[in-house]
Each structure stands twice: as C-alpha cells, then as structure tokens.
C-alpha cells in the first residue's frame, strides 16, 4: 500500500537510508524533515499487510519538470515490484502535479536503480564526472511523462 509519508514516518525512512546507503552517501533525518515540508515536494512510503514501511520515494516538481530525488526499497525487499510500484505512484503525482518531463541522477555504478529507471522509460541525457565523489560519476536521466491522450 502507498501512501504520503507523514512525519512519524522518519524514523522507519531513516533505517531505509542505513540500510540502502553507505554512511557517506545517506541523507540527513533534517534532510527528509524537509521533504516531508516542503509544498512542491511529495513522500511515498509503501507499507506490508502490518503496516511496515518497505520503502519511499520522493520528488520534487517545479513548473513543468519534475525530478525524482531518491528511492529505497529495504534489502529484505528487493525484487519484488516495490520500487516499481514507488516509481509508477510517483510519476503518477508528478503528472498530476504538472510535469511534463522527469528527470534524476543515479550514480553510474548503480546498476540496479538503472535497471529500475530504464523499465520506465529514463534514457541518458549526459553525465557529471565525480559528481559523488572521485571517480563516482552520475548520469543524468530523463523521461517524458505519458499525457492522457483524448477521444479521437
Ligand atoms: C534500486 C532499488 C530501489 C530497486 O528496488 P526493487 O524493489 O528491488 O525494484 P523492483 O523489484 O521493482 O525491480 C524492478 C526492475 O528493476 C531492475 N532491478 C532491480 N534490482 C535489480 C538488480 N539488483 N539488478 C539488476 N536489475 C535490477 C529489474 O529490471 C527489475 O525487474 P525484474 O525484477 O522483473 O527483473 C533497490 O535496489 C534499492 O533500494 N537500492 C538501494 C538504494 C538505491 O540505490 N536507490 C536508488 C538511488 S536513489
């Protein structure tokens, strides 16, 4: 089940962030305090049958761009459609909330976020040489959102 996160969600998306990245790529509990606050900002979480947080995503839009800025599946997860299901739901917002074209950044080493972008569309549009760090290159993805095509 996905959901908008609330702020009692935080600490369950702080263990994601431990469990999903090494100490020096996680974002800060302040860091995800803003997202869950900011107006053109929207907090995904999924949750099993007991209501446990499984994974989130967030995204950002402005004007007619949108950007996905992270998403995180817990291991004991992985490869079982959520992070699909996280993406599906938050490009569905971003169309909602305007967007007409998606764009993010993924660590060129990162080849299951890749694999999980490309299902959706995201093509290369360029790189960041050591945009995380030396030798940690980033690539720049896009993908147009889907307008609801009218009657004929
Ligand atoms: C990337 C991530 C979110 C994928 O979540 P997930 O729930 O496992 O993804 P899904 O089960 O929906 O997988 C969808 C597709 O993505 C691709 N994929 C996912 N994990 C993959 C892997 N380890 N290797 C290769 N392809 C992979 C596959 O094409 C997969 O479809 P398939 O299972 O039918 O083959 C998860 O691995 C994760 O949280 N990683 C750590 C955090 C991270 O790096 N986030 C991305 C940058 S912000």
């Not at 990245?21 to 509990?29: D, I, K, M, Q, V």
């Not at 499984?54 to 950002?60: A, D, E, F, I, S």
């Not at 299902?119 to 896009?142: E, H, I, K, M, N």
Request: hydrophobic share 45%; with cysteine; glycine share 10%.
């Amino acid at each position: 089940m996905i959901q908008r996160a609330k702020h009692r969600d935080l600490l369950a998306i702080m263990q994601l962030e431990e469990a999903g990245f090494p100490a020096n790529e996680r974002w800060s509990e302040q860091l995800w305090r803003e997202e869950l606050e900011a107006g053109n900002h929207c907090v995904l979480v999924d949750r099993d049958e007991q209501g446990v947080i499984r994974g989130v995503v967030t995204g950002h839009v402005v004007a007619d761009v949108a950007d996905v800025d992270r998403v995180i599946v817990a291991p004991d997860s992985w490869r079982q459609g959520i992070g699909s299901a996280l993406m599906a739901a938050i490009m569905e917002w971003a169309g909602k909330a305007g967007a007409e074209r998606l764009l993010l950044e993924v660590d060129a080493h990162n080849e299951a976020a890749i694999a999980l972008y490309h299902s959706f569309g995201f093509q290369t549009l360029s790189f960041r040489a050591d945009y995380y760090g030396p030798g940690s290159d980033a690539c720049v993805l896009g993908v147009s959102v889907a307008l609801p095509v009218g009657d004929c």
